[in-house]
């Protein structure tokens, strides 16, 4: 995928989002997310504010949160969340469609895999089901695995070898972990629970015991 096709694959994932929330109930939207602390109407902030989070006001938030990256996130989207209505969240998620924006330091396929990781947030609390492309998801994990911040994956998962069973990819040496790469992205994004029953192997088996 180039960075047109990535920002294609983006576009796709923000209007399947926009399908999978339209018919929300409001207690549905207020439910917990599979992200601490945050409910869905949160997780929907957060990927609104994420398509033009410049560097200006991400240092504010920053500073705001006393250099705590994971608090500054946390808090800028719940503060967001809590002045508007749900429709109101839905409009701007809306209004991302097209935007080419990424913040410094990121890439589009940064965009994609929050889009991803995020959509199983809402949806797996709400046991709903919410498609991952293969190809999107694979572009993701290849993303999120090299780089060391902020989920370390390739560090946290050194131990094991992780394989996909619908998309050619594989990384680490050890007792294998496979399944949809769709269930490895969540299991190297932190989402454990979400992602061990849809995988299996020796390294499954490890983790349970």
Not at 23 to 35: E, I, K, V
Not at 38 to 52: F, G, I, P, T
Not at 122 to 132: Q, S
Request: proline share 4%; glycine share 6%.
């Amino acid at each position: 995928m180039n960075t047109e096709d990535t920002w294609r694959a983006v576009d796709a994932e923000r209007r399947s989002l926009l399908q999978l929330l339209e018919p929300l109930a409001t207690s549905q939207w207020r439910h917990a997310s599979l992200c601490e602390r945050w409910q869905v109407r949160d997780v929907v902030a957060h990927l609104a504010l994420s398509a033009h989070a410049n560097a200006g006001r991400i240092l504010v938030n920053l500073l705001r949160a006393r250099g705590n990256f994971d608090r500054m996130v946390c808090d800028t989207a719940t503060r967001h969340a809590a002045d508007r209505a749900d429709h109101q969240l839905l409009d701007e998620l809306r209004g991302t469609i097209g935007s080419r924006f990424s913040a410094i330091g990121t890439t589009p396929a940064d965009r994609l895999m929050d889009l991803l990781v995020h959509g199983q947030d809402i949806a797996v609390p709400l046991n709903l089901d919410h498609e991952m492309p293969t190809e999107a998801a694979r572009l993701a994990l290849e993303r999120v695995w090299h780089p060391r911040f902020p989920f370390r994956a390739a560090t946290t998962w050194a131990g094991y070898r992780l394989h996909a069973l619908d998309v050619e990819w594989a990384a680490g040496a050890g007792p294998i972990i496979e399944g949809p790469v769709s269930a490895l992205l969540l299991l190297a994004t932190g989402r454990r629970a979400a992602a061990l029953p849809h995988l299996r192997g020796d390294g499954v088996e490890l983790l349970g015991a």
